[in-house]
């Protein structure tokens, strides 16, 4: 592979331990987390799982962007070209 693949896969790589960052931070800051705003049990089971529920919505947004911005038009160029 050449320098401009490892670049690409290394900012990738980045971006997907940059995305988990935030789960990771609130696993490790639950205690003072629930100890500052008085949260019980169930209240800071809502938050991660808000925070997971945010990811999800997110990156199925994030795809369907990228499919209507960037993939359909190159996809309806090329069945268009084949004929």
Same mark, same amino acid.
């Given at each position: +592979? $050449?320098?401009?693949?490892?670049?690409?896969? $290394?900012?990738? =790589?980045?971006?997907?331990?940059?995305?988990?960052?935030?789960?990771? #931070? +609130?696993?490790? =800051?639950? #205690?003072? @987390? =629930? *100890?500052?705003? /008085?949260?019980? /049990?169930? $209240?800071?089971?809502?938050? %991660?799982?808000?925070? %997971?529920? $945010? +990811?999800?919505? /997110?990156? %199925? =947004?994030?795809?369907?962007?990228? %499919?209507? @911005?960037?993939? +359909?038009? *190159?996809?309806?160029?090329?069945?268009?070209?084949?004929?």
């Amino acid at each position: +592979m $050449g320098a401009c693949q490892w670049l690409i896969i $290394g900012i990738c =790589t980045f971006l997907n331990a940059l995305d988990g960052y935030d789960v990771l #931070t +609130m696993a490790f =800051t639950a #205690t003072p @987390v =629930t *100890e500052e705003f /008085g949260l019980s /049990g169930s $209240g800071l089971g809502f938050l %991660l799982s808000a925070g %997971l529920l $945010g +990811m999800a919505v /997110g990156s %199925l =947004t994030v795809v369907a962007l990228i %499919l209507v @911005v960037a993939l +359909m038009p *190159e996809s309806a160029a090329y069945l268009h070209n084949r004929r």
